[in-house]
């Protein structure tokens, strides 16, 4: 059973920074397409960020290009992303997710078959 558990979330002002960490178990962690995706309040869900499988190759929305940073420890079967610089418009619940494309990369929510359960993620003034 595949099973993703982000953490890391939590409150920070404008101008901050957090580090989410997804741990993934019960499939071979380095086949797999990684990526980031968030949903604010009363809002559809949104890319954040994915990172191929060797982790060498990673594409960013274009609102968090040049703030916040994916990467992946295929030994320890875990994806971080690390946000610097945050907005307030950077609220939301940020969710992790696995796939198997059949490119490089994958931005749609629907190339993803797994899902962690969220992590908040608010940003004061």
């Known amino acids: 059973q595949v099973q993703l558990v982000e953490s890391g979330g939590g409150l920070v002002q404008a101008g901050g920074s957090l580090r989410l960490s997804c741990a993934a178990s019960?499939?071979?962690?380095?086949?797999?397409?990684m990526g980031w995706f968030r949903q604010a309040p009363g809002k559809e869900r949104t890319f954040v960020a994915t990172i191929s499988r060797s982790g060498t190759s990673t594409y960013y929305a274009d609102s968090v290009k040049g703030r916040f940073t994916i990467s992946r420890d295929n030994a320890k079967n875990t994806v971080l992303l690390q946000m610097n610089s945050l907005k307030p418009e950077d609220t939301a619940v940020y969710y992790c997710a696995t796939g198997s494309p059949k490119g490089l990369l994958a931005i749609r929510d629907n190339e993803y078959d797994y899902w962690g359960q969220g992590t908040q993620v608010t940003v004061s003034l």
């Open positions: 019960g499939r071979t962690f380095s086949s797999y397409v």
